[in-house]
């Protein structure tokens, strides 16, 4: 077993010692699912990873008319398995979103975000009834264009209860037939199913652990394997093209109409809906390929905002790029980033004063970027410049060494490309170190001397210049600001130290 899911194996049979299965089993961590489905292969030595999928298909409900289509009849639950494993698998596997915002069938994953397991199940399946490697029957409209049919709404993301023990998702906004969770698993599903119809693994429980329970090591992604979770977004960029995935949604529909004993749409309905998937095809695209994916704060353990923020005014023209210098190591896994970004929180509001962490946000060497204060709220970061760009730190010292290729890349071509496309930054945004405005080393010479080669690069303005663009704050009126919103004392000393930071 990888070490990464080891923890709470371990956990889980301690408590296996002293309760019940039911209550042992009730954290939703990924962990704990591969846990359940280890226990069912152990049930019964002989059965295959088909075997289980249709059992844990079963076990979820997923048996209507459109999944039989391509998978054929589910199997009911084992007979072996007692009533609390039986449960617990029924409640990990049927996904749905009730009316007070919380969303079923999904888990926790050792890198912090949350997968829907029957996209990600049915997908997996799908891959085993291949017949040759690289056709795989049914997979997309198994675990995504079935619900990519021109909705106005996608996403949202959610937080859980608790980390380390997680029970109950809910949803940060409006819910969407296409939420991040069930798109992560429709992603998750593609991905293996792509890959189990060439490579058959011996254990369902091992597939996912090798998926999801690899820890990294000090090069972070640059030195992992190309098939784990962290990697989803890439992954499923080069599998397929967005054409190919219209055509498939327009399919699902098409498949749908006629399982229901519908007459074909009409031409006129047809392309209707054909443009309307396009528009909703180019939404998805941004929101899940172009963009990087972003841990919110709450997953992370975010203290509020201590008063009211001021919200920027979108769009804004510079980007300025931090190291954080202390914590001085790059963060590797989700618990030891989420720790980092709390600790400069704590910093920053405890030590500077300040209302929040100052960053908009922080890149880690885990393969994910963490939210700050977001696209949304006026950061602290770089003084005189908080109300024209985003602050964007690299977890680490990098004086003498770069983060990894991966985490800049994020930044570099994910972050910039996702607020540009947002509407967030101006298409000609111009990108510069925190040195190059502040008197300060941040954010190190190695880095430096490394976005000095990025697109979008600039000069330094003078201040003459930024004022007559209108992009230029200056110091003093951004504490007559601070004043005004949150008392002299406090402003005085968050002020003092707001261009000290690196």
Same mark, same amino acid.
């Given at each position: 077993m990888h070490k990464g899911c080891r923890r709470h194996a371990l956990?889980?049979?301690?408590?296996?010692?002293?309760?019940?299965?039911?209550?042992?089993?009730?954290?939703?961590?990924?962990?704990?699912?591969?846990?359940?489905?280890?226990?069912v292969e152990d049930g019964d030595p002989r059965s295959d990873p088909?075997?289980?999928?249709?059992?844990?298909?079963?076990? $979820? @409900?997923? /048996?209507? #008319?459109?999944?039989?289509?391509?998978?054929?009849?589910?199997? +009911? =639950?084992?007979?072996?398995?007692?009533?609390?494993?039986?449960d617990y698998l029924s409640k990990a596997v049927r996904h749905m979103v009730t009316e007070n915002a919380t969303e079923e069938g999904v888990v926790l994953t050792p890198d912090g975000t949350t997968v829907a397991l029957a996209p990600l199940l049915l997908g997996i399946e799908a891959g085993f009834l291949a017949n040759m490697a690289g056709r795989v029957r049914g997979l997309y409209q198994l675990?995504?264009?079935?619900?990519?049919?021109?909705?106005?709404?996608?996403?949202?993301?959610?937080?859980?209860?608790?980390?380390?023990?997680?029970?109950?998702?809910t949803l940060l906004g409006d819910p969407s037939a296409l939420t991040t969770a069930r798109v992560? $698993? @429709?992603? /998750?599903? #593609?991905?293996?199913?792509?890959?189990?119809?060439?490579?058959? +693994? =011996?254990?369902?429980?091992g597939l996912l652990t090798e998926y999801y329970c690899r820890r990294l090591h000090s090069r972070g992604l640059d030195a992992a394997p190309r098939l784990v979770a962290p990697r989803r977004r890439e992954n499923f960029r080069g599998l397929v093209a967005p054409p190919v995935l219209v055509r498939q949604v327009l399919k699902a529909v098409q498949l749908r109409r006629s399982l229901a004993g519908r007459p074909k749409m009409e031409v006129r309905e047809k392309n209707q809906l054909s443009a309307l998937v396009r528009k909703g095809m180019k939404e998805f695209i941004q929101k899940y390929i172009d963009c990087p994916p972003i841990i919110p704060r709450c997953m992370w353990g975010a203290e509020p905002y201590r008063g009211a923020p001021t919200n920027l005014s979108?769009?804004?023209?510079?980007?300025?790029?931090h190291h954080t210098y202390s914590p001085g190591k790059p963060c590797l896994t989700f618990q030891q980033c989420a720790a980092d970004m709390r600790s400069m929180q704590r910093f920053h509001q405890e030590d500077r004063g300040w209302?929040?962490?100052?960053?908009?946000?922080?890149?880690?060497?885990?393969?994910?970027?963490?939210?700050?204060?977001?696209?949304?709220?006026?950061?602290?970061?770089?003084?005189?410049?908080?109300?024209?760009?985003?602050?964007?730190?690299?977890?680490?010292?990098?004086?003498?060494r770069l983060p990894s290729q991966h985490s800049m890349g994020l930044v570099r071509d994910q972050l910039a490309a996702c607020a540009v496309g947002g509407g967030r930054l101006v298409p000609d945004f111009v990108l510069q170190g925190h040195r190059q405005v502040v008197a300060t080393s941040c954010p190190g010479q190695a880095l430096y001397d490394e976005i000095t080669g990025w697109e979008?690069?600039?000069?330094?303005?003078?201040r003459g210049e930024m004022r007559r663009a209108g992009q230029f704050k200056s110091p003093g009126a951004e504490l007559l600001l601070q004043i005004a919103q949150r008392g002299l004392v406090q402003s005085l000393r968050a002020f003092s130290h707001q261009g000290k930071a690196s």
């Open positions: 956990v889980l049979f301690v408590a296996l010692l002293s309760s019940t299965y039911a209550e042992a089993m009730a954290s939703m961590h990924m962990e704990d699912f591969i846990e359940a489905v280890r226990r088909l075997s289980v999928l249709r059992r844990l298909r079963g076990a $979820g @409900g997923l /048996d209507d #008319a459109f999944v039989r289509h391509f998978l054929g009849n589910a199997k +009911p =639950a084992g007979a072996e398995w007692d009533a609390s494993l039986s675990t995504l264009a079935k619900d990519l049919d021109g909705s106005p709404l996608l996403g949202p993301d959610g937080c859980w209860d608790s980390v380390a023990s997680p029970q109950v998702f992560n $698993g @429709g992603m /998750d599903g #593609a991905v293996l199913g792509m890959e189990v119809s060439a490579r058959r +693994p =011996a254990t369902l429980s979108l769009p804004l023209s510079f980007m300025y790029i209302d929040d962490i100052g960053y908009s946000f922080v890149a880690g060497s885990d393969g994910y970027i963490y939210e700050g204060r977001g696209w949304l709220w006026q950061g602290a970061h770089t003084l005189g410049h908080n109300s024209v760009g985003y602050g964007v730190s690299f977890i680490g010292d990098y004086a003498t979008h690069f600039g000069v330094r303005m003078s």
